[in-house]
């Protein structure tokens, strides 16, 4: 057993800003799935009215300044006070440890404070199957820091998951027990078709609202979700509610930490490049009613919807930003062609360039590659037109059904307020 201890901390690694209000999740039609409708990890409240997180010591935390009002929107008009309690979602996945702490808003969330790291959880677990001692101890000084973050700020009500790495790992349940053993956090490990519904929630606005269909894919470090949304009758849907459109999914085992290893990150020849992209193409035979998409696609109305570093990186290479920036980066749509352009540019860039790119830098350097040819395997099986680039998802995800499930956006009807509340009937 290891026990609990203080930990030298080595700089916050925000990804986002705090007080942010970024466009965006869902409509507040309720929960789609009642699996978040149960008790999540933290959810009991102590006697001062808090969540069981006990401190981890007196020392001043940095906080997370460059304070933007940019809220996530959601559809239609609420009621919500400034004294709405604080939700947080945490995603330790494959490749990277984020949290997001957010309070409910008229029409979304505003996010009060954000933390990402890189910690590489899923290094070797390909080739081994086993989390090595050094990613685990990586994982845990990021979730040490956001259990000081959750406890900071008095969070009511959380959700904690582990994707891909903690699932095909040997040792990830033991893993589990050591973060809570050492952190306090309760880690959930959630299944791929969990972690593909959350990634819809998440991205689901930015859906055009012409389009007959939409396929939403995140690439992640140790496996690839794809999902189809066949809106042909959706009669109007939007944001959330799309979640109930969901035709077909698939998970991959391959994400940008497994192909890398497999293949390698840093000097990529073209050969090498295409040999990455018929081991991800290998696995596409598998998904449901793959026919029938591309039937679908046809109409010319379907478009691509992009959840990861790899489409983020393209469209922040793209747009030639010299430092990276979310507000440019989400919701942006790229033309087919464009895509391809940049995937081109990327592979015939050398590592040391790649190191450099603003957009890139030396923690994706190795692995941006494998995640453009996962995406160029998903672009010659399914041709679209256009890809819109979303910088959000499972956590964005998380939090919308959080916050749906509660009842936390009321609405009107005939002139009396209506809510959705955690067992999804109105009142």
Known sequence: MHPKRHRKRKGNGFGARADQTVAAAVEPSGPANADTRGAHPHSAKNEAGHPHYPRRGSRAHPRNGHARPDAYRLGGP?????????????????????????????????????????????????????????????????????????????????????????????????????????????????????????????????????????????????SSEIVWLDLRNRCGARGYALTRFIRSWISLPVGVVNLAERHGGMHVTPDIFESMVEDAASHLAAFNLASSLTEAIGSGKVHMLGTSGTVTTLAGVHLGLRRYDRRKVDGTWLEDTQVGRMIDELRDMPYEARVENPCIGADRADLVLAGCAILEAIRRRWTCSRLRVADRGLREGILTELMAADGVWARKKNGARTSRGRQGNRT
């Not at 609202?209 to 690439?219: Q, S």
């Open 78 to 222: 609420a009621v919500i006070g400034r004294a709405q309690p604080l939700y947080a979602a945490l995603d330790l996945g494959t490749n990277n440890c984020r949290l997001l702490i957010a309070r409910p808003e008229e029409r979304g969330f505003r996010v009060v404070d954000a933390y990402s790291r890189i910690v590489r959880l899923g290094e070797g677990v390909g080739s081994h199957k086993r989390l090595s001692d050094a990613a685990m101890e990586r994982a845990i000084e990021a979730l040490d820091n956001c259990h000081r973050k959750l406890a900071d700020r008095g969070v009511s009500r959380s959700r904690l998951i582990a994707t891909e790495a903690c699932r095909a790992a040997e040792n990830g349940d033991t893993f589990i027990e050591r973060v809570k053993t050492e952190t306090g956090l309760a880690l959930e490990v959630v299944n791929r078709e969990t972690e593909a519904r959350l990634a819809v929630a998440g991205c689901a606005s930015l859906v055009d609202h012409d389009a007959d269909g939409v396929i939403l894919f995140d690439i992640g470090g140790g």
